[in-house]
């Protein structure tokens, strides 16, 4: 399995790079976990539209799901080719969500590009990957995933408060692909997001090999935040920023 950050800007771009998106690829499937606003210039840099063959949408707040609008153009309007459809998965009403964001009727809305699919907790395969769902601390239906393949395996957040079916998710995971848009002063909102050492309390408690901080605020000092994480003793793996481009191999 290979990871490569597309964008882990939280809440909003930021000037280095676009918000949450996340190219995952083995045996030569690729699936995108979240498609956050400003990704699809990205994603161009290591990958071709077509090449992408499903979606997950963790939630749909816009620095995680709006970039699926350029992405339908793209698939849609392009004069040299026909695109095939590809399956996006998402809480329910997220064909209703992505038309209203483009001003479209629901129906038929992006359903000749997608195909969408309404995630809910628990197991499914999405291509080579063994994915399993739960419902995170936030304040609209937001998923966590863990993703299984061959040795390999990786937990990602998307965005929550603290949250002990995060730690179950990431139980003994590789990598944990953690939010951290919080540092610890001033205290952050209940039930919104993570602080940078609550990341590293959720990894020490799931035992997970690693810990990648994401979802980075572009207001935040990245290297404050890591040094946050770093500064919980109990968890003993290596503690990381996720940047745009970065490459992780697992497996």
Not at 81 to 99: E, F, L, N
Request: proline content about 7%; some cysteine.
């Amino acid at each position: 399995m290979r990871i490569t950050v597309i964008g882990c800007s939280g809440s909003f771009p930021g000037p280095d790079g676009p918000a949450s998106c996340y190219l995952l690829e083995a045996e030569g499937f690729r699936l995108l976990l979240d498609l956050g606003s400003g990704a699809v210039g990205a994603l161009q840099q290591h990958v071709s539209i077509d090449d992408i063959d499903a979606v997950c949408l963790s939630h749909h707040h816009a620095d995680h799901c709006l970039d699926i609008c350029p992405f339908w153009v793209a698939r849609s309007y392009d004069p040299r080719r026909r695109y095939r459809q590809i399956p996006v998965y998402g809480p329910a009403g997220t064909a209703r969500r992505m038309a209203q964001a483009y001003g479209m009727d629901e129906d038929p809305g992006m359903t000749e590009a997608f195909d969408f699919v309404t995630l809910v907790p628990g197991k499914l395969e999405i291509g080579p990957f063994q994915v399993t769902l739960a419902h995170m601390n936030h304040p609209v239906e937001t998923f966590g995933f863990r993703l299984e393949h061959a040795r390999g395996v990786l937990a990602y957040s998307a965005d929550t408060g603290t949250c002990p079916a995060l730690v179950e998710l990431a139980s003994q995971a590789d990598v944990l692909l953690c939010e951290a848009s919080y540092l610890s002063r001033p205290d952050p909102l209940p039930d919104m997001h993570l602080t940078a050492r609550q990341a590293a309390e959720h990894a020490a408690r799931a035992g997970a090999g690693q810990l990648v901080l994401t979802h980075l605020v572009p207001w935040n000092h990245q290297e404050r935040t890591l040094a946050e994480a770093r500064e919980f003793s109990p968890f003993g793996g290596a503690t990381s920023l996720a940047a745009p481009g970065r490459i992780i191999d697992l497996g």
